[in-house]
Nanobody, 123 residues
Framework: QVQLVESGGGLVQAGSSLRLSCAVS????????VGWFRQAPGKEREFVAA????????NYADSVKGRFTISGNNAKMTVYLQMDSLKPEDTAVYYC????????????????WGQGTQVTVSS
């Protein structure tokens, strides 16, 4: 079993930055593959970013590429999502999740999910 807890969401103005954290527990952290997703009201949950085991590779949705950065800290067993140049369309509940296999862009790739953290970007 893997537990994930997100934090760091909030209300910010367009152009601002936020850093989300995902604290992971339950198994050896270096085995984790973690992803971030988001879901806006009335929309499907969409892929944002993913990091491979031990952080050897990262992937991003086109909509956030160049603005968001995913990273991991093994000692703290935490994965971060640094979000810069935020836009109103980034407003959503952000979730982190862990997966077993290499495929990363679909919610069905992930077995364990956090409870989500709200990010609201005002114009």
């Amino acid at each position: 079993q893997v537990q994930l807890v997100e934090s760091g969401g909030g209300l910010v103005q367009a152009g601002s930055s936020l850093r989300l954290s995902c604290a992971v527990s339950g198994r050896t952290f270096s085995l984790y593959r973690v992803g971030w997703f988001r879901q806006a009201p009335g929309k499907e949950r969409e892929f944002v970013a993913a990091i491979s085991r031990a952080g050897s590779s990262t992937n991003y949705a086109d909509s956030v590429k160049g603005r968001f950065t995913i990273s991991g800290n093994n000692a703290k067993m935490t994965v971060y999502l640094q979000m810069d140049s935020l836009k109103p369309e980034d407003t959503a509940v952000y979730y982190c999740a862990s997966r077993v296999h290499e495929s990363y862009s679909s919610p069905s790739d992930y077995a364990f999910w956090g409870q989500g953290t709200q990010v609201t970007v005002s114009s």
